[in-house]
C-alpha cells in the first residue's frame, strides 16, 4: 500500500531538507579550510620574508668577518714587521702569534660590527 501523499511529501521535504543542510556544512567546511590555506600561505610568506632577511644578515655578517681577517693579517704583519726592523732578529713564534692574534682580533672586530652597526 502506499503512503499518504501528505506524509510522503513531508518525508522528501525532510530528506531534501537534511541534503541542504549537509551540503551547506560541506561548503561551510571548504570555505574554511580555503581560510586556513589562505593563513598558512601568508605564514609561510613572512616566514620566507624573515629567512631572506636573516640570510642577507649572515653574508653581511661573513663579509664584515672577512674583512676585519684581511686587515688583521695586514695589521699583524706590519707590526711584526716593525718589531723585526726595531729588535734586529726575526723570531718565528712570536710573529706567528702576532699575525694569528691580529687576525682573529679582526674577524672578531668584523663580526660585531656587522651585528651592532
Known amino acids: 500500500m502506499g503512503e499518504d501523499p501528505e506524509i510522503e511529501i513531508k518525508r522528501k521535504i525532510e530528506e531534501a531538507i537534511h541534503r541542504l543542510i549537509s551540503i551547506e556544512q560541506k561548503n561551510l567546511q571548504r570555505e574554511e579550510e580555503a581560510i586556513m590555506k ?3 600561505n601568508a605564514q609561510i610568506l613572512e616566514f620566507e620574508r624573515k629567512l ?3 640570510q642577507q644578515k649572515n653574508k653581511e655578517t661573513k663579509l664584515f668577518m672577512f674583512v676585519g681577517s684581511i686587515y688583521g ?3 699583524g704583519v706590519t ?13 718565528l713564534e712570536m710573529g706567528g702569534v702576532i699575525i694569528i692574534g691580529s687576525i682573529l682580533i679582526g674577524t672578531l672586530i668584523g663580526g660585531l660590527t656587522s651585528k651592532y652597526r
Request: proline residues 0%.
Open 38 to 40: 589562505e593563513n598558512l
Open 52 to 54: 631572506k632577511i636573516i
Open 73 to 75: 693579517t695586514i695589521t
Open 79 to 91: 707590526i711584526y714587521g716593525v718589531n723585526c726592523l726595531y729588535n734586529e732578529e726575526i723570531n
